[in-house]
Nanobody
Framework: QVQLVESGGGLVQAGGSLRLSCAAS????????TNWYRQGPGKQRELVAT???????VYADSVKGRVTISRDNAKNTVYLQMNTLKPEDTAVYYC?????????????WGRGTQVTVSS
């Protein structure tokens, strides 16, 4: 299992940019996928972007073209670069990692970082 700590959230005006970071510690070698989710006020948690251990990426339609997920293996950190932010991007953003070790799958979450986009 891994421990995940998000950072980089804040208040930004519409059209602005933020880069979120998700730093992993623990059994980072066991991570096979890392996801960014978000949960806006009164909304269900939704998947924003995914990056696999092989580097494959997937994006939600709502953020495609505005968001880039990447990782720095040396730093055990996954980033979410968000550009052209909109008020509807306001949410708590959570990092999630899928890990596999000892023949079992685990699902680990960070505590989240708040992103607020003002109009």
């Amino acid at each position: 299992q891994v421990q995940l700590v998000e950072s980089g959230g804040g208040l930004v005006q519409a059209g602005g940019s933020l880069r979120l970071s998700c730093a992993a510690s623990g059994s980072t070698w066991s991570i096979y996928v890392t996801n960014w989710y978000r949960q806006g006020p009164g909304k269900q948690r939704e998947l924003v972007a995914t990056i696999s251990s092989g580097g494959n990426t997937v994006y939600a339609d709502s953020v495609k073209g505005r968001v880039t997920i990447s990782r720095d293996n040396a730093k055990n950190t996954v980033y979410l670069q968000m550009n052209t932010l909109k008020p509807e991007d306001t949410a708590v953003y959570y990092c999630n990692a899928g890990t596999y070790s000892g023949g079992r799958y685990y699902d680990d979450w960070g505590r989240g970082t708040q992103v607020t986009v003002s109009s």
